[in-house]
């Protein structure tokens, strides 16, 4: 086998076995932090603006301890003539169950989310509110994340989403044929479980992109909603 072909499945299997390997605590304060979701596409001609003013929350001041943003890449603008690598029909589903659960009206791209309602002002505005939701506390022990919430709501759905950044496609078909499309706070890989009593653990999901950054995104929400009810994020 050519060297051109064995040093691509290097790299992948040396991603594919990624471990962070990092022990690492984070918290949330009693107020309710802000999670802006966007939900976006490679197969959608209108959605790298909004992957562009997305990525611009890297450089916000209260990243991942006031707000946290995750990009969820759908699948349903594939059969458009670009398969977007990024997308899950996992997360198209949960863009759906939005709108079944009336948090929504109306299912696009690009479609920004914030704290489980329809935000088409694509502006980022703290809640001013100060709602007490309750404390999150996520301790990262080795490919394990443990998780607390101190409130009496139970049961209670707890999410892990691994984020990566800097991540890039060079789209040689469909609408944005020709293009080099730039993505930060994509969701590479979600895990979640139901429990009673307020606290998990669950397993770090594993990527086999190449980013060149990752980060981990936690929140609650109740088994009947996706709004989230508290989030917090860390870098990994």
């Not at 991603?15 to 962070?20: E, G, L, M, N």
């Not at 989310?113 to 088409?120: F, H, T």
């Not at 996706?226 to 917090?232: A, R, T, W």
């Amino acid at each position: 086998m050519r060297l051109s072909k064995i040093l691509p499945l290097l790299l992948l299997s040396l991603f594919a076995d990624i471990s962070f390997g990092k022990n690492l605590h984070f918290e949330s304060g009693n107020t309710q932090n802000t999670m802006v979701e966007l939900y976006t596409s490679e197969g959608c001609s209108s959605c790298p603006p909004a992957d562009e003013w997305f990525s611009g929350f890297k450089h916000h001041p209260q990243l991942f301890s006031e707000i946290v943003p995750i990009a969820f890449h759908v699948d349903y603008w594939d059969y458009i003539g670009w398969e977007d690598e990024f997308a899950n029909s996992a997360y198209s589903k949960r863009q759906t169950q939005y709108r079944q659960q009336g948090n929504i009206r109306q299912v696009y791209t690009p479609q920004v989310v914030k704290n489980g309602k329809d935000d088409r002002t694509f502006r980022y505005t703290h809640s001013l509110q100060n709602q007490i939701t309750g404390k999150l506390s996520v301790d990262v022990l080795d490919d394990t994340v443990n998780i607390s919430f101190n409130a009496k709501q139970q049961p209670l759905v707890a999410n892990v989403a691994l984020l990566g950044f800097g991540l890039e496609s060079s789209v040689t078909a469909g609408e944005n044929e020709d293009k080099i499309l730039k993505h930060d706070f994509v969701v590479l890989g979600h895990q979640q479980k139901t429990a009673n009593g307020n606290h998990w653990s669950i397993k770090l999901p594993q990527s086999s992109k190449p980013a060149k950054r990752f980060a981990l995104a936690v929140w609650v929400n109740t088994p009947n909603s996706l709004k989230p009810i508290q989030v917090i994020g860390s870098w990994l």
